[in-house]
Structure formats: C-alpha cells, structure tokens
C-alpha cells in the first residue's frame, strides 16, 4: 500500500488530457482519499462550478501546480524538553 501525498482539501491541478473539458484550468479540490487500486492511490476531486465528484489516480495530478495544503501548516513546535501536558492544571480530589 503506497504513501498517498494529498490529503482532503488539497487544491490539485491536473495533468493536460485528464478530464479537459472545454475552459476548465484544470485545478480541483481533493474531497477524499479513496483506497488505493492496483497500487495507485485514488482520490475523489471537485471541480469549480461542478456539483459532481470525479475519481482520479494519484497519476493524473500534475504536481508542478497542486498545493499541497497539509504539508504546508503554519503549527509551532513544542520547545525542546517540554511536554504537551499542563501540570499546573490537573486537578486530583483528596
């Protein structure tokens, strides 16, 4: 089972030939990541001004222009040494 790159809400831009109708740019959104087929991780995407929802393979998806929005998160670190949990608020009864 392969790593997928994108996640849900992740903005793609498709390859030239895969689903080119008329004016679209091409670009969609990721609104699922479906279970990988023959080895290729499938996404369910959302075009601009569509109400439908398109299956692609992880082939189809240039990846020059995709934004990949996971990856991109602005989350600050926990300084070096320090723990997730707040000592100073848990509350034990007596």
């Known amino acids: 089972m392969s790593k997928h790159r994108y996640d849900a809400g992740d903005v793609v831009v498709l390859k030239s030939g895969a689903f080119r109708f008329g004016e679209t740019n091409g670009s969609c959104r990721i609104v699922a990541v479906l279970p990988d087929a023959y080895g290729l991780t499938q996404y369910r995407v959302q075009f601009d001004g569509e109400n439908c929802e398109r299956r ?38 007596k």
């Open 56 to 93: 692609i393979t992880h082939g189809d998806i240039s990846h020059e222009g995709s934004v990949d929005v996971s990856k991109t998160s602005t989350a600050t670190p926990l300084p070096s040494g320090s723990s997730w949990i707040n000592v100073n608020t848990i509350k034990i009864k």
